[in-house]
Nanobody, 122 residues
Framework: QVQLVESGGGLVQAGGSLRLSCAASGSIFSINTMGWYRQAPGRQRELVASITTGGTTNYADSVKGRFTISRDNAKNLVYLQMNSLKPEDTAVYYC????????????????WGQGTQVTVSS
């Protein structure tokens, strides 16, 4: 299987910055797109940013210009640099990877991390 472990969440004042990291491990064959999603209380989980193996990125309109996603393909890591944070960015942030493993016989499935809390105070 593929395990995703996030780190880097916390409490920050509005206007501050945080950097989230996510490490993928396990019997990985390949990882395609990796991304970050978030879910605030009472709201649906939403895509924040994604990045393909080739480095093509996609951002939610609400974070464009403030957040930057990057990845290290050799180490199966993905990062989310969050600047100019706003109270409305408060949510649990989840790492996602579209990956295949020995157990899935090379078929890709979506995998999720356990989530990391980001709280932005006003």
């Amino acid at each position: 299987q593929v395990q995703l472990v996030e780190s880097g969440g916390g409490l920050v004042q509005a206007g501050g910055s945080l950097r989230l990291s996510c490490a993928a491990s396990g019997s990985i064959f390949s990882i395609n797109t990796m991304g970050w999603y978030r879910q605030a209380p009472g709201r649906q989980r939403e895509l924040v940013a994604s990045i393909t193996t080739g480095g093509t990125t996609n951002y939610a309109d609400s974070v464009k210009g403030r957040f930057t996603i990057s990845r290290d393909n050799a180490k199966n890591l993905v990062y989310l640099q969050m600047n100019s944070l706003k109270p409305e960015d408060t949510a649990v942030y989840y790492c996602n990877a579209d990956a295949s493993s020995a157990q899935t016989m090379g078929v890709r499935f979506p995998y999720w991390g356990q989530g990391t809390q980001v709280t932005v105070s006003s």
